[in-house]
C-alpha cells in the first residue's frame, strides 16, 4: 500500500508538470478488487499433482490520458496476490496433505478504455507481470506477459470519477521463463476505482490549441 501511495505521489508531479491545455486530460487514482483464479494449461497431463485456486485481491494506482473523444489510455501499477492449493500426485507413502500456495505480482497495464456513452466503457491490453514473492515452489513462474478484459459502468461528479468494473485476465502468456507445459493463472473478478480530474474542462479554443 505504501509503494503505490507513493506511485499515486509521483502521478500527481507528473500531471502537474504537463501544459495547462493537457491537464483536464489526465486522470490519477486508486483501484482495487476481488477475482476468483483458475490455475489452467492448454494441454492435459496424465498424472502430476492437481491445482486449484483460493481467491485473489489486487490494489494499486492508475493513470489515464484522454487520446480522443470517447478513448482513454490507461496504466499504472497493479500488486495482487493469488492463493493456490496444490495436491501431490497420488504415490504410496507420500504426504498427500494439500498445501496452501501465494503468489504475488506486480502489474503493469497498458490499456485503452472505450467509454459508451455517458455511463458504461469497454476496456482491455496488455499487462506485464513480475512474480516478486511466493510460498511453494510446484507453481510455474508467472512472470510474463498478460492481457485483460473487462467491462464497467463509471460515473462523473465534477472531478471526481468512479468505477465498477468486471474484468477477465490470463497471466503469463507468454511466460518470460517459459516451461515446457506452462501453467497460466485465469482471473475472473470485479475491480473498483477511484480517481481524481485535475485541471478544468477545455474550452473549445483551447482544444484547438492542442490539434
Known sequence: MLFSLLLTFLLLLLQLSLP?????????????????ITPTRFVTLDGG???????????GALIRF?????????????????????TPEFMPGIDMTPEKNVLTL?????????????YF???????IDLETDRTGSYFDNQSGMGFELGTGINYQYRNLYFRLNPLLRM????????ENYQQHLLEAGVGAGIGVILGKKLTDNQAATTR
Open 49 to 59: 499433482g492437481s491445482y486449484s485456486g483460493d481467491g485473489a485481491s489486487f490494489a
Open 171 to 178: 497471466h503469463a502468456f507468454p511466460a518470460f521463463q517459459r
Open 66 to 86: 484522454k487520446t480522443g473523444r470517447n478513448l482513454w489510455f490507461e496504466s499504472g501499477v497493479l500488486i495482487s496476490r493469488h492463493h493456490l492449493i496444490s
Open 20 to 36: 495547462l491545455q493537457l491537464r483536464s486530460q489526465v486522470l490519477i487514482g486508486m483501484q482495487g478488487g476481488f477475482s476468483q
Open 106 to 118: 506486480v502489474s503493469v497495464p497498458l490499456k485503452l478504455n472505450l467509454e459508451l456513452g455517458r
Open 121 to 127: 466503457f469497454l476496456n482491455g491490453g496488455l499487462l
